[in-house]
């Protein structure tokens, strides 16, 4: 059973930054496809990057494209999003998901088999 944590969460003005984390104390996430999901009040569920077992080849979500970057540490059983320039909209409660099959943790899909509690991201203007 993998049990995911997620760090770094907090309130930050538009245009700054903060760095997620994301681990699991249990099993290893070296054979887990990684993404970061978010949800705003009212709004549904957003999937927000993904990133491959190696960590060479990420995903984005349009509109945060060359804001955010997805890596991961498998030495460290951790996995990262660097968040800058942050907007107003980009505010919500972010949660760090895995999935042994990319498929399942996708845009499309969103069924990844783990989920983290999450960790909010308030942006003011």
């Known amino acids: 059973q993998v049990r995911l944590v997620e760090y770094g969460g907090g309130s930050v003005q538009a245009g700054g930054s903060l760095n997620l984390s994301c681990t699991s104390n249990s099993e290893p996430l070296t054979t887990q496809f990684m993404g970061w999901f978010r949800q705003s009040p009212g709004k549904e569920r957003e999937w927000v990057t993904s990133?491959?077992?190696?960590?060479?080849?990420?995903w984005y979500l349009g509109t945060v494209r060359g804001r955010f970057t997805i890596s991961r540490d498998n030495g460290k059983n951790t996995v990262y999003l660097q968040m800058n320039n942050l907007k107003p909209e980009d505010t919500a409660m972010y949660y760090c998901?895995?999935?042994?099959?990319?498929?399942?943790?996708?845009?499309?899909?969103?069924?990844?088999?783990?989920w983290g509690q999450g960790t909010q991201v308030t942006v003011s203007s």
């Open positions: 998901a895995a999935d042994p099959a990319l498929i399942r943790c996708s845009q499309a899909v969103q069924e990844c088999k783990y």
């Open positions: 990133i491959s077992t190696s960590g060479q080849i990420p």
